[in-house]
């Protein structure tokens, strides 16, 4: 049927010679095998769609094959449709003297009105078609499930995490893109280099973090928070248990100033002070731990400059290096992605009676098993499990026979905790990736507030135990109680003098 296809009469664009059911110039290799990859990329797609919808297969690959990479290939093949006949009409406008830029189309000739219907008929297909494809597509690429499960192992912790945080229903996306088509671009683009980097093991373990170009909180956070607004205090209160046999409980209770950013005519205070006010900071390295120099321009634009008395950083180095303006995930890193250390989960499970506070030394035994370096999360349950049995069939024969129970209920809870803290084939636990909210394990708020940042004048940035929180009242381990609502002293749990004092937390507590 396309026998004349080449003469030169038919193509100068009047139809002649024998009809043929499609424009002639079609009728080459490179139209044709486009249109054949187009029509089973459509086939495939619809055939993956009703595979989804009709069955219980919840891979997250299928989405990526039907919603991704297929509508990919079928753009492919009609562009290839599309150069093959642009390309047929152009060799044969060059071995011609009249040549016609544009073919002409008749609807007189039965040929020419069938492959018109048939082209645009199958052009509005294609068009309702991508438009739901690239519908669900965005939806799908949007999704929880995509981000979370899609490289498996890689985002595991994070999932993890997110699944367990008050964050659950709100959905990475709103964090991580926000609102808006430059971002979401900016993440495609991105998030083509990551599934790259996944598929041919290039990526970094762990994952590293700080993220370098997340979306300023301003966009994110700010679209459900308003720390503006926020006020008061807010109380917490804190259940700990000692490391001796019996597993001794102390607590504390902190009126958190949350504070506000000076909404309403109020001056902003407390800790979300910060949120109204230019500070700037610069990091000596990645992780941002380590903040040697501070500055904050008042709101009459006068500049106030700390510098750490620890650290010899000059201004001009200073001046070399980010000048990062301080915003939300300075302080919360960690908003969804919460990897705690063993002692803080452990303290809450006997609190909340699911670890029983009387099986002695389980506090201490929990946190060292859990602490310890294992290389797979299935080597570290099975340690939790055997360290745990050995110790009681060893050291209190009568407590392993006696509660049996209670230790199969601390081991599993155990296990839980580590399954869903610390990721050791990912690297991931509370030490590589540090909350920057509090000051125990992690540098946190004293990386600036350690008395040790100064200005010229000799000012220096507090550390005050009263400054952030008020401590409202402590038990000690003794029983005894103190209370006040002006604040109590604080009575550190072990006695190391005047340590804590003067040296961060963190430093004896960090490990
Ligand atoms: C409440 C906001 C929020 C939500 C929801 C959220 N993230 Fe995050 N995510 C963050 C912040 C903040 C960081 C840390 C940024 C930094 O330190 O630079 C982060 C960091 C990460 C990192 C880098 C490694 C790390 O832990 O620092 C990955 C990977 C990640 N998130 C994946 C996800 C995935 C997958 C989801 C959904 C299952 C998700 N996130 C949901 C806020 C969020
Ligand atoms: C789409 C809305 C939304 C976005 C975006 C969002 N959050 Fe939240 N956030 C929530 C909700 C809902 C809660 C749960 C409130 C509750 O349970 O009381 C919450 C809770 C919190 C809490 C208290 C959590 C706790 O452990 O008690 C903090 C802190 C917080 N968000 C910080 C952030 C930060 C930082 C970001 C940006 C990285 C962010 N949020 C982005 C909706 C959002
Ligand atoms: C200087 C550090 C710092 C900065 C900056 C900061 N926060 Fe906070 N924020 C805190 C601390 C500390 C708490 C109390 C944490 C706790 O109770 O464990 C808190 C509490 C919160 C809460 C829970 C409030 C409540 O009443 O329970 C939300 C929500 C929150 N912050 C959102 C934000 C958002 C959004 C931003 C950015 C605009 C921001 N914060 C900036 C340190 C900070
Ligand atoms: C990058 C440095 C930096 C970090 C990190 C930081 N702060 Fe601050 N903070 C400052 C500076 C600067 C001031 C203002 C000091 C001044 O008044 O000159 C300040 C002041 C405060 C104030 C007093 C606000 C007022 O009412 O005047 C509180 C409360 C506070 N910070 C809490 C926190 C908490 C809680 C954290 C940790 C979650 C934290 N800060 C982390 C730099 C920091
Ligand atoms: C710059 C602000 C700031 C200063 C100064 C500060 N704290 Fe805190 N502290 C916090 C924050 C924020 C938390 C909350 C951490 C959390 O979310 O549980 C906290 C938590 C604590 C906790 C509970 C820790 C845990 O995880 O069990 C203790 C104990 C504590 N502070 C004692 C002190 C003492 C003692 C001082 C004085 C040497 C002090 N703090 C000074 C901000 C501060
Ligand atoms: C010189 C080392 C050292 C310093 C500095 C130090 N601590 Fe401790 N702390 C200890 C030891 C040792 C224990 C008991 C062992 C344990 O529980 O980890 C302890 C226990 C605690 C506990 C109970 C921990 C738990 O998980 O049950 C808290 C809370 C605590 N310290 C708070 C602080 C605070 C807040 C600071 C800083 C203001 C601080 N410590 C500074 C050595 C130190």
Not at 124 to 145: C, I, N, P, R
Not at 173 to 180: A, T, W
Not at 334 to 353: C, E, F, L, M, Q
Request: aromatic share 10%.
């Amino acid at each position: 049927m396309s026998a004349n296809h080449e003469s030169p009469k038919h193509s100068a664009g009047t139809p002649g010679g024998k009809p043929t059911r499609l424009p002639s110039s079609f009728y080459n290799v490179i139209s044709l095998s486009g249109a054949a990859l187009a029509g089973l990329s459509v086939v495939l797609i619809l055939f993956l769609f009703a595979l989804e919808h009709f069955g219980n297969t919840e891979s997250p690959y299928m989405g990526i094959i039907a919603f991704v990479i297929l509508p990919g290939f079928l753009i492919i093949g009609l562009a290839m449709g599309a150069i093959g006949v642009l390309r047929q009409q152009r060799r044969r406008r060059l071995g011609l003297a009249h040549t016609e830029r544009l073919p002409r189309i008749d609807f007189n000739d039965p040929t020419h009105l069938r492959a018109t219907f048939l082209v645009g008929g199958g052009f509005l297909v294609f068009l309702a078609l991508s438009a739901f494809g690239s519908y669900q597509a965005y939806e799908y690429t949007e999704s929880d499930k995509f981000c979370g499960t899609t490289c498996h192992t890689v985002m595991k912790p994070e999932y993890t995490a997110f699944n367990a945080s008050p964050h659950q229903r709100v959905g990475c996306v709103k964090c991580h893109i926000g609102s808006g088509a430059e971002w979401y671009v900016r993440s495609k683009l991105s998030g083509a280099y990551q599934v790259y980097s996944v598929m041919f093991n290039k990526y970094s373990r762990p994952i590293e973090t700080p993220i370098k170009n997340l979306r300023p909180s301003r966009d994110t956070c700010e679209q459900c928070h308003w720390p503006e607004h926020f006020s008061g205090e807010k109380l917490k209160s804190y259940d700990y248990y000692g490391r001796e046999e019996g597993n001794t409980h102390w607590s504390l209770k902190l009126a958190m100033k949350i504070g506000s950013g000076g909404a309403g005519g109020a001056e902003a205070h407390g800790i979300h002070w910060h949120t109204a006010n230019q500070v700037t900071y610069v990091a000596t390295d990645p992780k941002r731990l380590d903040i040697p120099w501070v500055k904050i321009v008042g709101k009459d634009g006068k500049e106030k400059i700390y510098r750490s008395t620890e650290s010899d950083l000059t201004d001009e180095q200073a001046a070399g290096l980010e000048q990062r303006l301080m915003d939300c995930i300075d302080c919360h890193n960690r908003p969804t992605h919460h990897y705690n250390p063993p002692s803080r989960v452990v303290n809450k499970d006997i609190a909340n009676g699911l670890i029983a506070h009387d099986l002695p030394g389980i506090k201490n035994l929990l946190v060292d098993l859990m602490q310890a370096e294992y290389k797979t999360e299935d080597e570290a349950l099975a340690a939790i499990d055997a360290g745990t049995r050995s110790f009681y069939n060893e050291e209190h024969a009568e407590v392993a026979t006696a509660r049996a129970a209670d230790i199969d209920a601390a081991i599993g809870r155990a296990q839980l905790l580590f399954k869903t803290n610390i990721f050791p084939e990912m690297g991931v636990n509370w030490r590589e990736f540090p909350d920057h909210i509090g000051h125990l394990t992690t540098p946190g708020c004293f990386r600036c507030h350690d008395g040790q940042h100064q200005t010229d004048d000799g000012e220096v940035l507090p550390r005050d135990c009263n400054l952030c929180h008020t401590i409202l009242s402590q038990t000690r381990k003794t029983g005894e109680e103190t209370m006040s609502l002006a604040s109590v002293e604080y009575v550190h749990p072990e006695d190391i003098g005047d340590e804590w004092k003067t040296t961060n937390c963190n430093e004896c507590h960090g490990e």
